[in-house]
Nanobody, 124 residues
Framework: QVQLVESGGGLVQAGGSLRLSCAAS????????IGWFRQAPGKEREFVAA????????NYADSAKGRFTISRDDAKNTVYLQMNSLKPEDTAVYYC?????????????????WGQGTQVTVSS
C-alpha cells in the first residue's frame, strides 16, 4: 500500500511558478507510476501529468505541455511537479496518485492510491 501527501500549493500571481511535491510512504514506491490531476470548482478531475515507474517516460495534458515538468526522486520517495508560467485557469486542487500499472496513464480510474490534495490559486 502507498500513502501520498501533497505539498507546495499556495497563492501565486499569473506568470509565477510553484513546485508541488508528492511524498509517498512505502518501500514499493519505485514500482508505481505517479500522476498529477487537478480539480477546479464545479469541474471534473482532470489529468495534468504522469511519470512512469522508471522515470523514463512522461505524459502531459496539452494544457501543461511546455509549462509543467514532472520528475521523481525515488531515493526520497517523492515526485515533483514544477509549474511555470501559471495562469488563472490553473487554479484548482492538485492531487497526486499512484498506479501499479507502472505506466504514465491519463485515465484516472486506473490509479489505485490518491493523496488529499493541495490548493493552487493563481491570481490575475
Amino acid at each position: 500500500q502507498v500513502q501520498l501527501v501533497e505539498s507546495g500549493g499556495g497563492l501565486v500571481q499569473a506568470g509565477g511558478s510553484l513546485r508541488l511535491s508528492c511524498a509517498a510512504s512505502g518501500r514499493t514506491f519505485s514500482s508505481y507510476a505517479i500522476g498529477w490531476f487537478r480539480q477546479a470548482p464545479g469541474k471534473e478531475r482532470e489529468f495534468v501529468a504522469a511519470i512512469s515507474r522508471s522515470g523514463s517516460t512522461t505524459n502531459y495534458a496539452d494544457s501543461a505541455k511546455g509549462r509543467f515538468t514532472i520528475s521523481r526522486d525515488d531515493a526520497k520517495n517523492t515526485v515533483y511537479l514544477q509549474m511555470n508560467s501559471l495562469k488563472p485557469e490553473d487554479t484548482a486542487v492538485y492531487y497526486c496518485a499512484a498506479t501499479s500499472t507502472g505506466a504514465p496513464i491519463v485515465r484516472r480510474f486506473v490509479y489505485d492510491y490518491w493523496g488529499q490534495g493541495t490548493q493552487v490559486t493563481v491570481s490575475s
